[in-house]
Structure formats: C-alpha cells, structure tokens
C-alpha cells in the first residue's frame, strides 16, 4: 500500500512558475514510475509527464514540453513536477500517480493516487 499527497498549488499569473510536490509513503518507492496528470472541470483526466523508479527516464506531454520538468529524490520519497511558463490553459486540478504506468498516458496504469492540488492560471 502506497500513499501520495500533493502540494504546492495555488493562483499564480501567466506566465509564471509553480512547483508541485508529491510525498509518497513506503519503504520502496524507488521501485513505482510516478505520473501526473490534470483535470479541468467538465473535462477528462489527462497525463502530463511520468518519470521511472530511478529518476532515469522522463516523458512529457507535447504542451508541457520545454514548460515542466518532472524529477525525483527517492531519499526523500517525493516527486516534483517544475511548471514554468505557465499558461491559464494548464489550470486544473493536479494529480501524482504510481504504478508500473505502462501505458503511461493511461489512468488505470497507476495503482495510488493523490487527493490532488488545485493549479489556477490568471490571464
């Protein structure tokens, strides 16, 4: 059993930068891919950008590429998704997922999921 908790969301204008955290629970985390993915209102969740169990091995959605950077510290079992150049297409509601994530983009690839944060974009 695998526990995540999100944190660092919040209101921030375009253009600007946020820093999500993920905190997992476990003694071995550096065995689960770790996704994460964002949801709109009225809309579908969808991936944004995954990293594998050793912090070797990135991939991003087309729209988050050269904006986001996913990375990980396994001592202190947490993932950060780096969000820049912010835009108020990307306010949503963010996720982190584990799992083995194959397919990645899938939702049902992840077995634990976060509570989620709450990104919110101004123009």
């Known amino acids: 059993q695998v526990q995540l908790v999100e944190s660092g969301g919040g209101l921030v204008q375009a253009g600007g930068s946020l820093r999500l955290s993920c905190a997992a629970s476990g003694r071995t985390f550096s065995v689960y891919a770790v996704g994460w993915f964002r949801q709109a209102p009225g809309k579908e969740r969808t991936f944004v950008a995954i990293i594998n169990g050793n912090g070797y091995s990135t991939f991003y959605e087309d729209s988050a590429k050269g904006r986001f950077t996913i990375s990980r510290d396994n001592a202190k079992n947490t993932v950060y998704l780096q969000m820049d150049s912010l835009k108020p297409e990307d306010t949503a509601v963010y996720y982190c997922?584990?799992?083995?994530?194959?397919?990645?983009?899938?939702?049902?690839?992840?077995?634990?999921w976060g509570q989620g944060t709450q990104v919110t974009v101004s123009s």
């Open positions: 997922a584990a799992g083995s994530a194959y397919p990645r983009e899938r939702i049902d690839s992840y077995s634990y």
